[in-house]
């Protein structure tokens, strides 16, 4: 069941200026290529040696959501499947149009849970085994009903 929405973020949190989401990669190089070539994410910085660490720091579309890939040296405690990067369109059109650079590579698309299957969307699995979806709706807005 969905929550009414409210019209702003709770007063505690308002004043959040960005959100960013990240996981850590085993295929590093792989997955920057995966997510910036073939999905077609900017990347909006890359950190070599920072803290310990290297990085890429993609947007969503700008800088107010973004989305870091961290280099790791064992492959994540995640299990394959188990992290989604959603990525909602307002129709098939132009989630078509976003798919193109993935129809045109070795790009397959993989299994996906029975609720994406019923909404027409797309999954395909990155170089470390994690779902990126790309559905044809916009979650809250044009959702369709099963």
């Known amino acids: 069941m969905r929550e009414p929405e409210s019209p702003a973020w709770p007063e505690h949190l308002s004043g959040i200026g960005a959100v960013r989401f990240g996981r850590r990669s085993h295929r590093f190089e792989e997955s920057v290529g995966f ?3 073939l999905v077609g994410l900017r990347i909006q910085e890359t950190f070599w040696s920072s803290f310990g660490a290297d990085g ?3 947007g969503l579309p700008g800088s107010s959501l973004t989305f870091e890939l961290v280099r790791a040296d064992e492959p ?3 299990r394959e499947g188990q992290l989604q990067l959603v990525l909602y369109f307002p129709n098939q059109e132009l989630m078509d149009a976003a798919r193109a650079r993935l129809a045109r590579s070795s790009a397959q698309p993989a299994p996906s849970h029975p609720y994406w299957e019923a909404r027409a969307a ?6 470390d085994g994690q779902e990126v979806v790309f559905a044809p709706f916009v979650y809250g807005v044009n ?4």
């Open 35 to 37: 997510y910036r070539d």
């Open 56 to 58: 890429v720091i993609f």
């Open 76 to 78: 994540p405690f995640a």
């Open 122 to 127: 797309v999954t395909y699995l990155d170089p």
């Open 143 to 146: 959702e369709p009903q099963p």
